[in-house]
């Protein structure tokens, strides 16, 4: 329970001082001391002139900050987390222990491959499992998070065309223009043209429009399936071979693979390959915006072009990095692997918790899974459709788009009933995304809510809505209940404070 | 009968998913999933059964137990990834639920304690590097010196990529991956041939201390860098600048390093700290999130994800990157470290660090045949040479003195054979003695056929 | 940050459902499973027939329902805590992580001693720093807290009185009327009468009338140095002179040695044991009200009283329990030890805390910490003397107590001043005690406190004062900021409700 | 020039000292303690210097590593204080700092957190235990089994005391101790003769399952106990009352017992959770803090601390007892364990370790010369009868085998040498199997010389 008692003066009213606020020239606590030898040895020239004005706190000051700012966070572990794309699942406890143990927190990535056999074989394990759910046949753990994994794939694809010796004829990735933002973005990283192509009436890939896009100098597309409207590409297959006809490739984008675990392998749709972001899928914590972690999962023609290093099992049973970390058997080439995109092998820590996950759902809890969070947001969707209009009105995966237009007409927008949420005790969904629905509200309530919290959840949403009818204009104000309130954006983008400001 | 969840986090009783359908107006979940093609749906995934928590967490353990953690013996492994002290508060503060299970701040009003740790953790950083901008994270090292060059190639309009052979390998190697990307040119060269070849560049990379733990004169490439037009930047180490003249005072235009020395688990190289920053004349180039201080409608001071226009979720294929995730909550660990240590703490592991290396190759250089390899300054790591060659020395220290020994250069520079042993602040005493007394049996063994001949 | 979203329904407004209404009889998670084979083994008669009504729930919810409770506290941790005689000091983190390193807290106390060395040690050199400290001869470590290291006293004392010859004789156990319950309570389990004693002008004992008390049949007396109104005992060694002299023992209640560390030690002042509530002056955290430790200290002659098992040191440097914790060497008769009071060695892991609390204080820190205390509390009283009445007006140690008197005739009492503290951001100081003080307001800052946080301490109070000046009946319903109002302890009392009521 | 502080905690500069002796009025410290007499003032302690937080972490880690933790090898010994599965969010929930470092909750608007939580404790334990009563803790389990006696002798005036002597040794031991107090009259029988010793005692106190994991019935014994005017006390474990009738339900008036196997480390044996639970009608002369549930001026639901008139800060000597600071943490880690495992985790670590028991006595029964010790039936604990007896073989297992086998009886029970085998959950197959083979060496090679003779 956080009470404002610092005693510190603050520039401005706020909730809570910064650090350096807090500080005083000369306290500190004891945390490492020592070494006054070492100056000796580092020549004066070039010696640390500029002031190092780190703030002087005492380890109290410290605990009181930031256990007063983590209080102002809303969480999973506080409440319910209805962000559509974003599957915040429940991330358990036990995954973190793990995680924690020295014999994997305290390991170093240039380690010889004999002291750290368990990491390795964790992560064989991690990728086999991975390629089993996605119906691939090869995996790379080392991309740091789904966009890195889109980038990663975009260098694969290529790689592989200019290994058939169409490197300079392709040009042009598809994209949907339902895409995340990432998709286009990786696209663009990877030199590539982006072409958008629209939506039908049902909330699929227009396949008219596709096929009018695609050509010779097609790379590939970024296919999202579910698609961030929440709906399962209907010609999912006729999709990927009219791409496939033109000598394209089909990346998977798998953040919405949480609906399809043991329901359909992405292999087995035409895929190419597909990231996995194990910190929606697999309930790894998002930890305030990050880590992550995006494991690549791609079909056999693509394996020869996958990062470096691999992960190999000798037939004794012992595992092995392929190039060891450090390619001595290859210092120059990679052969035909685009190289690393990451320093080490991954987010390790990330992908224990994964794997932790993973080995307590079993098969089983895998199909339950998915089958629980398509329940719960078709359950919501049917709470809620007598009193918001649904995008594309066909039954969705295990997430929903609202569009919020009828009310923004009589005067509360998306963004209105987001923070009208906050004031009945949950978390705004996600909105104005994607971007081809207007004042777009996409929810994704995950298997981990229980039925009570779902219907509070679609209480407070018609509560909402009855209120824009009677009275719009008083959702302009919320919220009111939070630690603050609606903050000034604009003039924060057009005079940016990016760092404190100390009194001088 | 009750059938217990086989998730074992799922909330549903067998009556709540039967109320659910009914209310959806279905008879069961297949009834939802029609859209997937049949014969691709419920395929058998070939997965074990799942497991209690108990059973989960002693598998783990028996999977951790066959690694040799840091802890377990003389270590003496660095470079961009430090086995360093992390004080008992950080993982207390950082890892509290209210962080580490908080999403993207894309909701200020309910996000307050995450902007102000990331703002603070801005703050810090800018301070201790000296540099106006620092944004919320990258993904690690590796991909901060990437798209910091990305950065100086749309600065600048040029394809040119010059870097220091010095610079981490492994950050080399990452930067040739992602310049596959826009086609960049990437010249690799000797610090001190960087200058000769810098017409044309968008940037110079160079690192300082280098891979090696050498000094390296950063301004003089800082001008050869802006009179041809490129920009500098400096991949660095936080602990080394405390004690260093920071990269801002040297000159840099960016700033690319690894955060994982301040707080973070070494956990086999992630979930790391990508660090970026750069002169405030560059903010509009800067990949990934940034945060600022503003105020609310009541003039509470308060703080927002700004600069957006920059990022992938409103300018697409524009944006500056593709970066969305980044890695936040270490970006929190390290203002908790850096509050906790101050200036004297952090210069303090700072010292320890140059003071145990350089009294540890003291020690070594004594030993017959073995040399420091640097040919300068180092600041607290150094390059072994000794008879036989840094790898199999390394091997031999493993194999009969349980050593994790430093990282061998053959790996990375052809023809070069030496050990880059990296001292901490975890450093003992012990650790030292057993190195130097395995070091002086090994050197003495594979001398004597020398001897012999 | 809490916003009560759960979807549980409550028996009434409350802030936080319960365990019961937030179960649905099928739910629950996995932990551990297993064992159906085992019935078999169970004879049925015995088996449990009885319903076993533990709510159901699942991880996320018991996490989102203990995290909301967590954050409707006040601690340490969040914000200052001046509570006399309860020395609330910093709880540093390292201590807490240290005694749960598997080496500590994976032990169990009847393993053979060769395997427990480095516990042994622990405790070994724990007794001897407070021997130091308290400059006394010998330490037990088991009692679990100060009460029960008072009891262990006067159970020693009984055995020493009786091992004299003086058992029957000595009856009544002499305890000034400034004395914290426990004295008396201690004194009464060890099945003696109680004397008390009252306090002269200057809040010392008075002595002519302790003198008055003592006779042949004096078990001892129960000294509080510095006493409950933070004030050392000026006639200290008159009074240890007073009581030895009728054959009577001195126990020293060390709750306050926070004020003494290193400026004087009991054993120097004539006491004859004292003990120490680790969980004060050794900054273990309080638990919400336990665990503690409370090492009872003592001299020479009343060594061989102490309880077993004692931990030694053999000449090789070993350590080992005298009785190897199980009294192998003696299993019926204990010599003169009282036997034991807790059934293992006492609270192990508070004192791996305070250990190393201590080891990271050293001399230095030890003599910084009494004198921070002591000038905390004395800075605070010069900010607050023109404000409030002090009960005894002279330099106080680490606490002072100030009487609301003044304040309750103008209709304010202590403890609607306590309560507006919380108003003010702070948790109230101790209220109503000692007893001897009307309108008692007990103040201990401790040595942790930021200098700006003494001063928004002393201004909150300053306000407070000038608020019963002005409309002391604006404070009786205080708190008003708190997570809820002032709560009905009288029907609580009169029908009590002490567990949940279940809906039949 | 800035002195850094001796106590790190401190956050005091010279300069703050400086302003708060001026306020004051004095010019040193030393002004402020002249009432400590001259020649007693700062002694010298003769402590050694201070550490920083990495020294006095590594110094403790040295320790702990001088130690053999359960989890090092197989591991037998149970009892009061038992290994048990601790879910990974115990401790992540209970020892949040808010829990942590909290004051007992004599300010209950601000205490909330704790005083529902306790009373969640009360209300789990009296389901377990089917008792109306149950206070928010003692100490541990020994001086619980002390108090619940103090009860009955309260309640009844009596001052004898009848207890099994199978009841735990180190509970005897402590009750005889607390007994020296009032001088109480105790009397220890086996437990089928306590019926004989029942009269004019105030309580007969027995342990069902017992220290040798015995069965006991309880039942017949409450019938004689209350025909003589005494009340029945039993001590019992609670994952035992998950499987077995509960005290509550044999008809006992107090329970006492360790509350440790609920989720709680076992540190060496403490601080751990003392149970101590009651009919309704003992209620007033319950020992210990109690929570109950009440009202705010708004009807908003809260809890406080109540019926205090039984406690030392109101009664002083007239109090139920001298409890003041409990073990309130570790009944929140209770309430939190109970509401994670829920009746069928609850009842799962209970059944594994009563299967493993009998399936570890049925092995170690077939090997010549071995037998179980236990007359009746037994829940999760057995006495292991061997040649050469249960002492000799304990130690032999450890030095021969590094197994932690049972305790060994000889040590309480002058004449009896068995081994108490004790199986939780946590047991493993590996650890049965070692245990089992070395049995059989060891005895095996015990046997030679009486073959021999
Ligand atoms: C549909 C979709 N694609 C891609 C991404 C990017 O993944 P990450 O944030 O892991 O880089 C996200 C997550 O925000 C997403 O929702
Ligand atoms: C003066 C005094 N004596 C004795 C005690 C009792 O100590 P404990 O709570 O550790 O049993 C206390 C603590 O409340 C106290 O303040």
Known sequence: MRLPESGAATAAPALEPLLIELQREGRGGRHVRGGEEAMAHIPRDVQRTAPLRLPELTEPQVVR??????????????????LGSCTMKYNPKVNDRAAALPGFAEIHPAQPDETIQGALELLYETERILAKVTGMDAVSLQPAAGAQAEFTAILMFKAYHASRGEGAQRRRVIVPDSAHGTNPASAAMGGYDVTTVKSDARGNIDLGALKAALGPDVVGLMLTNPNTLGLFEERVRAVCDAVHAVGGLVYGDGANMNALLGLARPGDLGLDCIHINVHKTFSTPHGAGGPGAGPLCVRSHLEPFLPKPRILRDADGTYFRDTAGTDRRDPVGLGSSIGRVHASSGNFGVLVRAYTYMRTLGEEGMVQTSEDAILAANYLLARLRGRYQVAYDRTPMHEFVLTAAPQKKKGASALDIAKALIDEGFHPSSVYFPLIVPEAMMIEPTETEPKETLDAFADALIRIADRVDTDAASLHDAPRSAPIRRLDEVSAARKPVLRWQRPT | MRRSNSNPYSPHTNEDRREMLAAIGVRSIDDLITAIPADARRPTLGLPAGMSEAEVQAHLESLAAKNRPASA?????????QRRYIPAAVPALAFRGEFLTAYTPYQPEVSQGTLQSVFEYQSLMSELLAMEIVNSSMYE?????????????????????????????????????????????????????????????????????????????????????????ALLVQ?????????????????????????????????????????????????????????????????????????????????????????????????????????????EGLRSAARLGVARAHALAARLARIPGCAVANEGAYFDRFALRAPGGGFALGWRLLREAGIIAGDATLDHYPGRDDLIVQCTEMTTEAEMDAFVEAVTRIVASTREPVAAG
Request: glycine share 12%; aromatic share 6%.
């Open chain 2, 235 to 343: 991949v660095t180490e936080p602990h080394a600048c405390a004690l260093l003249e920071p990269p801002g005072a040297l000159g840099a235009d960016i700033v690319a390093g690894e955060g994982q020395p301040l707080g973070i688990p070494m956990s086999y190289g992630g979930p790391h700290l990508g660090i970026l920053a750069c002169r405030e004349a560059l903010v509009r180039q800067m990949p990934g999130r940034i945060v600022g201080e503003t105020r609310d409608v009541n003039g509470v001071r308060g703080f927002v994800n700004t600069l957006q226009t920059r990022e992938q979720h409103i300018r697409r294929e524009k944006a500056t990157s593709n970066i969305c995730t980044n890695e936040a909550i270490a970006a929190i660990v390290a203002a908790v470290y850096l509050a906790l240590l101050g200036p």
């Open chain 2, 141 to 229: 090292g590796g991909s901060a010196v990437a798209e910091a060059a990305f950065m100086a190639v749309r600065v600048t309009g040029r394809k040119k990529v010059v870097i220091a052979d010095s610079v981490y390998f492994q950050y080399r190697r990452v930067l040739r991956a992602y310049g596959r990307g826009p086609d960049l040119e990437i010249v690799e060269a000797a610090a001190n041939d960087l200058a000769s070849r810098v017409d044309g560049a968008a940037c110079v990379i160079v690192q300082h201390p280098d891979a090696f733990g050498g000094i390296v004169d950063v301004r003089s490439l800082v001008d050869a860098a802006h009179v041809a037009g």
């Open chain 1, 65 to 82: 900050h930031f256990t007063h700012l983590s209080e102002l966070n809303y969480s999973v572990d506080t409440g319910m987390y209805p």
């Open chain 2, 73 to 81: 013996g003389p270590f003496f492994l660095g470079g961009p990834v």
